[in-house]
């Protein structure tokens, strides 16, 4: 799957690496350590509640620095502006949402925390280089065919495959244009 390069890349270039786990409906986990403890109350903060409108206001507080301190400290523990880090970890859920559920970009926008689904598709587009439901489809077809490599290993999993991946075997779902 050829996408663009999204701010991520720089925050692994840092010395940092970004990591969201946690499946729908656990806590998220954002794994950046930094030797600032007000830095890495914030990133806990930001894991928690990323899915929430937050303000600079709100990652100040958490940090228990001023405004000022903080966005110098966290340029410099982070390598990214805060606002920057925000989107890309939204946009991290919003992938594993796309690639794991069923759900309209509407949803999607709303469960990432993005204020409107224009704003998440625009978002997306400039980040991840394609739009939401196109990444989507991708996603699928990269699946089937990586499910029509182990038919061809097992004659068993042909069975399997259909059983736990009715989507994946739907060729009208996956024919569908890409709609942003």
Known sequence: MNIKKSKQDKINRSGNQLLISGAAGKPDKLRITTDHPGINNCLDFVARNFRRPIQLKHLAKASGLSRRGFVKAFNKHVGEKPGVLLRTVRLEHAKRLLMEQDLNSADIARQCGFRSHNTFAVAFQRDIGMAPKQFQLRYLFALRRHYRRLEVLSPDFQSLAHRDFP??????????????
């Open 167 to 180: 989507a994946v075997q739907d060729d009208q779902y996956l024919m569908r244009p890409a709609v942003a």
